[in-house]
């Protein structure tokens, strides 16, 4: 395999596609990755151990067939993780099917936006349309800057002339209280800061909501933020042409975040009955995006979801994993992760099963554990984008011995034989 | 492996074998003539009394892709509420309003569909279109990609481009997304919506390009003919659902200037505005023009009563009429200088007046344009309603007496409102078999589907005969896909892959010297990575077979 | 003839869909009958008999003993009759129910009473969160009926709740009826942060004077208005401690309006002390 | 020809009441005291007499205590009457909206109980429409009501109230010596069927003394003065006077069944001839119209003698 000259990285739901692999030294870290970029594939490339079986380095082969004898037996596999691109979720579900299983994602904080999007609905853009269009963008919490370390740099601090002269960006920050974030804005834009105690968010979505509604609430009240600074950021969504609020759901505090997420759509439906405005929740790091919407396109139904009985149910509470294995319910546990390095819950009651990233470190060592390729890095996969609407192909920037967790995968299944 | 099917009453347009009795034969995955007398028989189907059609072809239905994900995800509860539970072949998945790629190649087989075009695949969306028309299994799949609403083309057009140009363009895009065919979805509407503009009708000028819905449907049917696709335009025409519509259609009709043009769910853009509710069909005078213009194709669009949900890449339109939907949940995206979408879900109920209205005015549609080879079954599924109410609707075209019982119980004034009462055609069989076989397939260019001539795919349909045409078009006794056994009354034998369909028109390569700084200025992704190879796109359907169509160049 | 019980012999490896056990489907079934009635699990389907032991015949008073939050959807869809649990249920426990009597005599987990269109459900101990609410993606909660609960319910108690009266003796947590369109919400104990959420339309009755409302309430005086006064008379039965809020709602309670960032139709009434 | 029947002296004619269905319900009309029902009911039930000219008849059928009432507070029933159910809601959606949504404090109930209902009727839906939006749905105890913001607060009424089907024109007249005999008889006629329930008497104090024949010498009129019955066209006309007959009035009753009517017509008649022959009663008779208007015929002599 010759590597690619240009690729695409897989460790954040930015998939940048502009990093440049030195044609001379593969196991560098690309040219344009950011330092989270950079670390994930410096690690990988520093490690080839081979899969273990209970601790002990075995052959691709001989784990998968250790993998398949701990299953045969067993009727309430758990698999999570799900951190993988759209062969490797295939795969995950394809296995799903047979054992009967459990299959929830890793990262529960994307429910978020989906519980607002099923009990709401919602009005969002897309990258391109936030670089070329917004003139306005109200960036909630810090995690657009944390999360996503090239956002500004990709996405907003670009002077697009595509609808005519760039005009000065205005961007609204509604950070918590204490976490500054002006230096990780454009230096031109014109910059406004609501720094709000985080629980009182979505009290001041609410106020924001009813003032742009032309509701009679008395901005005095909503807290700790000035009137004379939410009447300006009111001002300025009215004037938008364009504006656009980016949030990323994991950031959003409290257990019934979603509520804010509907309430800031709210917010928007109502700026709709004039301008143009739209959201931008950020997300599709760790795949979370991708085996989402897989599992969706396939079953007609999101994550987390249970295969038992010839069935498919999905139940974001019943089948969360955490849920799951705090009732003791399950009796393997297969987790599946080529992408990001959450930590493997504890787990007892049967046997653990990882595919995971080569580079992965374990306290105690799983059963079986299968180092599966990253895709983007030790092959090609494809991963579905932060703004949900474009899917790329990332190319492998080096040659590797790993399998894919669609392979890995493949193999397995091959060795459970017909479901029993 | 030769098999015949003994006996069986062939209905075929394509060829005028409107009900010959005969032995057809097909060796592996094609159909063969009768073979030498000591040529062996490997399997032989008793058809004796039965009916032969080639496979059905759903020329319009929203079977992949984001917006139609977006329509899964929005609607669990009705998800939850339409099980599919697994069998010895089948995996297990749901068919709600918006069902599952799985749940759809079942339902389509087994209805004896074999193969399904989506007709709104966004470029920048186009792989994950792919991977789910991939995942949707036995049928055919091709899809057509959006332009008419990219920044890029608007450009060109208000900048003065060439023809050449904007077919190289047009070319590019086909090959770059895998495209079967191009789609123009409210020509300059849904940018328009991005620049706060609440409508824009087919001579009102975009408020930042100043160029008119005319101008790029003119463009775009003029390219798509310069390339040769044997798909002409296929057509979303401006101000969908709103009263008065016809004006925009009929105008739509003319600014193709008498190249070949398809307009979709015309059901949808064949409103008046008469009468005490300021709403009224104007199917007739659609119809008429449509009879008229022999360059003119169009399917229907046809809403059938009950919960759906639409998804369309009209969000301009879609915004507009949220407020109708139900249950009251709705997206609406604005998508990458490229166009753009919305989720509504409606509920279409027989005493609401608008919807029974809806409802006569498809149905006039279908019985009064005369030509079954320009008319095409659809319900725009989903969005009229669900494909698998197709039986339904055919029994609604060929028996006079079940519609006026249907006329009967709708709203009453919608009913006195239509002329649906005093049209007596019933569809024929035959007339049937064209509109949803032979015809699609001349119109997409599909040479060896829609017909059972010697050389066409194996892809065959055996029925029983049924006096209500609603039982015997529901579950086929046998569906034959690419020659294999995939499904009988109803039930699928074997699971396939079908084959992806693409057409690769010539074009200059030249136009990427102005795509490639495009996609680095404007764009989020380069276009290396926009465009989709011919092995990435049979990866996206687990190694499916590319078909790739010849296009003879005109222009 | 005396009511059908059934005793709990061995709890179930996991959750388990317990919707069956309640008059309509039993009805004119033979024991040997009920005893074959699958219970959908994760990966398997148990039958009654592998988890209960019969006694009794009469299938419109059933009550279930030993029950605990591995049951969901106890008396979900319930038509008519009686069905008591003694012990704990698990997630929406009369989820759907139209008519009838639903006694739960210990703690109720989640979603009780979600969507529920009429009767009673009257849960002795605590609930958990979503009490009256709906299923996740579902667009409407609580539709109908009454749902009592004498312990304390957890957060978002009435949550897109649409008609119908939701009575909660103890306390409430967090977003208490969030996203109300319409319907009574009556709390005599302490309520949690951001009661009223996103309500649109409705009526929540507190008994927690200096609570906290959001900013998008706005104080609208105080007042006796004879629709609240019939409201609390109709309730008064469901025990002393409504029957006192409604003599000591007598004279005026304040009413607050909105939510204001949600059309701002909705009202909570609170009790001064 | 059938035996005679004198009650007190007075001479009760064989004949009948003739009736003719109708369409009716009961509203409960509450306030903050009772001075403000019956200003509201009053007003309701004004001009009411005959749906001749008026489109409905109605009245107070009874004041109600606070314990009788839907909210605990005083009240007054009111009977509202009209040929169809369609004239019916004209009637109650006017003289709601005008005489007691505008009438400070009151509240507005059905007071027919759903089980006998026949048919609905708006209430509240559409004098909700007086809010502009602010309205307010609210279901009580099974019944759902309109909470209608206005200056003394909220005005509140049921969503809807039950119709059954009901009877007009029940009557019977006092014949007597002169005017003061006739009016004073009519006087404890009245105050006999007051208290009844599920009846009341539409004409002003309860009496007319215009009772009509059908038909007229002029064209455009339907009906005319009953010429038979006037003592100043003794002479001119055949009479149906007996001598010495110097007036003539009549109770005429709506109500809600056969029934309700016929005790009431029972009870009023029996209280006229109290004491008739000293006080000038000469004779009770009723007004029929040979059985062509109405299939409802209240005989008097069976109404009386049903009851001891």
Known sequence: ?420 | MLTRLEGVRIIDPAHRAGGAVRDLYFRDRTIVAAPRDDEPVDRTWDCRGMIAMAGAIDLHTHIGGGKVNLARALLPEFAAAAPVPATDRCAPCTAGPAPSALATGYRYAAMGYTACFEPAMLPVNARQAHFEMGDTPIVDKGAYALLGNDDFLLRLLAGGAERQEIADYVGWTLHATQAMAIKVVNAGGISAFKFNQRSLDVDEAHVHYGITPRRVIAALARAVHDLGVPHPLHVHCSNLGVPGNVDSTLATIEAAEGLPIHLTHLQFHSYGSEGDRKFSSAAARVAEVVNASPHVTVDVGQIMFGQTVTCSGDSMMQHRNARHGRPPKWIVMDIECDAGCGVVPFRYRDRDFVNALQWAIGLELFLLVEDPWRIFLTTDHPNGGPFWSYPHLIKLLMDRSFRNDVLARIHPDAAALSNLRSITREYTLDEIATMTRAAPAQILGLTDRGHLGVGAAADIVVYEPHPDPEVMFAAPRHVFKDGVLVAERGEIRAVTRGSLHTVKPDFDRGIERKLEPWFARYQTQSMHSFVIGDDEVCECGHSARLIAHRCVRHG | MTGLTFELRSVPPGIVDGSVLQPAALAGKSRAEIERLPLAAWNETLVVADLFALKGRDAQHVTIHGACDRFERLGAGLDGGTLTVVGGVGRYAGEGMRRGTLIIDGPAASHVGAGMRGGLIDVTGDAGDFAGSARPGAMAGMAGGTLRIRGDAGDRAGDRMRRGTLIVEGAVGGWCVSRMIAGTALVLGAVGPHPGHQMRRGTLLLDAPGCELLPTFNPNGRHDLLAIRLLLDSLAAHGPGVADYGRRAIGGLDRWLGDLAAGGQGEIFVARS | MAEALVLDGVAIEDTFAEAFGMRATRLVVTAASPTWARHAAQTFTGFATSVIACGCEAAIERELQPGETPDGRPGVSILLFALSAKDLQKQLDRRTGQCILTCPTTAAYGGIAADAAKEWLGLGRSLRYFGDGWQIAKRIAGRRYWRVPVMDGEFLCEDTVATIKAIGGGNFLIVARDQSAALAAAERAVAAIEPLWNVILPFPGGVVRSGSKVGSKYRVLPASTNDAYCPTLVGLVPTKLPPGAGAVLELVIDGLDADSIALAMAEGIRAACRDGTRRGVLAITAGNYGGKLGPHHFHLHRILGALP
């Open chain 1, 1 to 420: 395999m010759s590597p690619a000259r240009t690729t695409t990285c897989p460790f954040c739901g930015l998939l940048c596609d502009d990093l440049e692999v030195d044609p001379a030294d593969a196991k560098r870290a690309p040219r344009n990755a950011c330092a989270r970029g950079r670390d994930a594939y410096e690690s990988l490339a520093a490690v080839d151990g081979p899969p273990q079986v209970a601790g002990r380095a075995v052959g691709l082969d001989a784990a998968l067939d250790a993998a398949a004898a701990l299953l045969r037996p067993l009727r309430r596999p758990l698999i999570g993780g799900l951190d993988v691109d759209i062969a490797g979720m295939r795969a995950i579900l394809a296995l799903a099917r047979h054992l009967g299983a459990v299959v929830d994602h890793v990262s529960a904080a994307k429910q978020r936006n989906l519980r607002a999007l099923q009990e709401f609905g919602a009005i969002t853009t897309t990258f391109s349309e936030v670089r070329n269009r917004a003139d306005l963008l109200l960036l909630v919490g810090d995690g657009w800057h944390r999360r996503f370390p090239r956002f500004i740099e990709r996405i907003v601090a670009v002077d697009s002339d595509l609808f005519g002269p760039p005009s000065r960006r205005r961007i609204v920050t509604l950070n918590p209280i204490g976490r500054d974030t002006k230096a990780a804005l454009p230096q031109d834009a014109l910059h406004l800061a609501l720094d709000v105690v985080p629980e009182q968010l979505p009290v001041l979505i609410g106020m924001l909501t009813a003032m742009v509604d032309d509701r009679p609430v008395d901005p005095r009240r909503s807290g700790a933020v000035a009137p004379a600074l939410l009447e300006r950021c009111v001002a300025w969504m009215r004037e938008a042409r364009y504006g656009v609020v980016v949030w990323t759901a994991a950031d959003l505090e409290g257990s019934h975040a979603e509520l804010t997420v509907q309430a800031i759509t709210r917010c928007i439906r109502v700026l709709n009955g004039a301008t143009r405005f739209a959201a931008m929740p950020l997300a599709g790091t760790d795949g979370d995006l991708t085996a989402n919407a897989v599992q969706t396109w396939q079953s007609g139904v999101g994550l987390p979801a249970c295969y038992g009985d010839g069935r498919v149910v999905a139940d974001p509470e019943r089948f969360a994993s955490p849920a799951v294995l705090a009732r003791g319910e399950a009796d393997a546990l297969i987790w599946v992760s080529s992408l990001g390095q959450a930590a493997i819950p504890a787990f007892d009651a049967g046997p653990t099963i990882v595919f995971g990233r080569a580079d992965r470190v374990f306290d105690r060592s799983p059963d079986v554990f299968v180092p599966v390729a990253t895709p983007g890095v030790d092959a090609a996969g494809h991963l579905v984008r932060g703004d949900k609407v474009v899917t790329l192909r990332l190319p492998a920037v080096r040659a590797s011995d790993r399998p894919s967790v669609a392979t890995a995968l493949r193999g397995l299944l091959d060795r459970l034989g017909p479901p029993c």
